[in-house]
């Protein structure tokens, strides 16, 4: 069965970086493009972009230009998000999300929460 | 401000209907792309409830229905249940080559 596990929870200074891994199974990783999302405490869902999972091209939205990175290790199934420069607004739950035929995300990671306190 | 608009809460008893809107825009659900749904219990990851307007993945209950008309799109909730108290969400895509959500429905059980 397809499943998508994210990294442990964060504590991160300002200013700090941190890197959000997502480990893929159950499916062949290179054939579906993975997504980022961003939940802030109390807040609705934001998509800040995906990666082609074959060619590893990212494509990010408004407002996650600049201090997100995001990357692959296709040997080991697994994308990464990276945040530098942290800021106490980046603390959020993120979530990868596996994307569907029709731009759907039918599968989630369980969500890495970066908090970014000083 | 989200791309999508959704009603912040809706409310019902157990074994009522309930429904959620999502209105978008020409840009998005009124170009013609799908809207999906998603349902995130407390605590939870969100979980693909409807995708492709109308369509259930398997293992999610014939309860849940949706629908898409011009540029809105609606979940229907039928035989509403406790355990169906949670945050839904719908998402499309937008001609700007961008993925959108609705701001997010709370959906309280009385």
């Known amino acids: 069965q397809v499943q998508l596990v994210q990294s442990g929870s964060e504590l991160k200074k300002p200013g700090a970086s941190v890197k959000v891994s997502c480990k893929a199974s159950?499916?062949?990783?290179?054939?579906?493009?993975m997504n980022w999302v961003r939940q802030a405490p109390g807040q609705g869902l934001e998509w800040m972009g995906w990666?082609?999972?074959?060619?590893?091209?990212?494509t990010f939205a408004q407002g996650f230009t600049g201090r997100f990175v995001f990357s692959l290790d296709t040997s080991v199934s697994t994308a990464y998000l990276q945040i530098s420069s942290l800021k106490a607004e980046d603390t959020a739950v993120y979530y990868c999300?596996?994307?569907?035929?029709?731009?759907?995300?039918?599968?989630w990671g369980q969500g890495t929460l970066v908090t970014v306190s000083s | 401000q989200s791309v999508l608009t959704q009603p912040p809460s809706v409310s019902g008893a157990p074994g009522q209907r309930v429904t959620i809107s999502c209105t978008g825009s020409?840009?998005?659900?009124?170009?013609?792309?799908?809207v999906h749904w998603y349902q995130q219990l407390p605590g939870t990851a969100p979980k693909l409830l409807i995708y492709?307007?109308?369509n259930r993945p398997s293992g999610v209950p014939d309860r849940f229905s949706g629908s898409k008309s011009g540029s809105s799109a609606s979940l229907a909730i039928t035989g509403l249940q406790a355990e169906d108290g949670a945050d839904y969400y719908c998402?499309?895509?937008?001609?700007?080559?961008?993925?959108?959500f609705g701001g997010g429905t709370k959906l309280t059980v009385l």
């Open positions: 999300a596996r994307e569907g035929a029709n731009y759907e995300f039918d599968y």
């Open positions: 159950g499916y062949t990783f290179t054939s579906y493009a």
């Open positions: 990666i082609n999972s074959n060619t590893g091209n990212p």
């Open positions: 020409s840009s998005n659900i009124g170009a013609g792309y799908d």
């Open positions: 492709g307007n109308s």
């Open positions: 998402q499309s895509y937008d001609s700007s080559l961008r993925k959108v």
